[in-house]
């Protein structure tokens, strides 16, 4: 469930820059002690815009201008991550927290490699850690990442319940809502299923996967009436998605 899962990307702390000067030649640009910082924020622009091998460029060159800044290394695991080399990622992120040991972002990224690698027991030991913060703001992420090892594992209940912490009044998760319901099905209880799918529509509206996964529990339920509002919604809001293209056969056009 890689795509389910919710990696933070770090906020650029700008006073955590060090104005170290670089161990390679010497010019006008790199003497300057601010050249690191004006590389990580290029590199956290294309880092945003999903270009990551040139965002992790912009790193590397930031780390040699000012070598050790724990907020570089964090955003080199985070290239490394999105593109899939856990190793380099990991490595990046143990060097973030070697320099910065309460560096909870780092700690969350590293449970996140962790997670992609199947690792579970190790990401629930470092989702724990930056639970241990009280005033991490991204909080109910690590909830659901947490719940997340724990469904891997088959421990549904530790999962539930995290999932459940995960739906914060301001700030819910939308995955939760998905995977509670799935928990929900499968352990019969359709309604409350139905339940959650009917928030997670209300409180995103933006995110057509509630109503179809609405609509299609609905219709395996036999309540095809019920479900044909959200199908339609779903064609009328993606009419090219392959979402569309299931609410139709749902809904029985094509």
């Known amino acids: 469930m890689k795509s389910s899962l919710l990696i933070l990307t770090l906020t650029l702390v700008l006073s955590s820059c060090t104005s ?4 390679g030649p010497a010019g006008r640009d790199v003497e300057n002690p601010l050249y690191s910082l004006t590389l990580m924020r290029a590199g956290s622009l294309l880092l945003q ?6 965002a992790l460029d912009k790193f590397k060159k930031a780390d040699k201008v000012a070598p050790g800044n724990g907020t570089v290394l964090n955003m080199m695991g985070l290239c490394h991550l999105r593109l899939e080399r856990y190793d380099q990622a990991l490595l990046s992120f143990d060097k973030a927290l070697a320099q910065i040991p309460a560096f909870t972002d780092a700690r969350n990224n590293r449970g996140a490699t962790y997670m992609a690698m199947g690792q579970y027991r190790m990401a629930e030991v470092d989702f724990i850690a930056v639970l241990s913060d009280s005033t991490y703001p991204h909080r109910f992420s690590v909830f659901y990442n947490l719940g997340m090892t724990y469904l891997q594992r088959g421990l549904t209940s530790a999962a539930k319940e995290n999932f459940h912490n995960a739906l914060d009044p301001d700030q819910p998760v939308f995955e939760a809502y998905l995977r509670l319901a799935e928990i929900e099905q499968q352990e019969g209880y359709p309604d409350e299923a139905v339940s959650l799918l009917e928030e997670a529509t209300h409180s995103f509206p933006n995110r ?3 109503p179809l996964a609405l609509g299609r529990l609905l ?3 036999g309540r095809k ?3 044909e509002p959200y199908l339609r919604e779903v064609i009328a809001d993606e009419p090219r998605s392959e ?3 299931e609410a139709r056969r749902m809904i029985g056009e094509n």
């Open 20 to 23: 170290s000067k670089p161990a």
């Open 49 to 54: 815009q999903g270009r990551f091998d040139a």
């Open 208 to 210: 057509i996967e509630a």
């Open 219 to 221: 219709t395996n339920l």
């Open 225 to 227: 009436s019920e479900a």
């Open 243 to 245: 979402f569309a293209a």
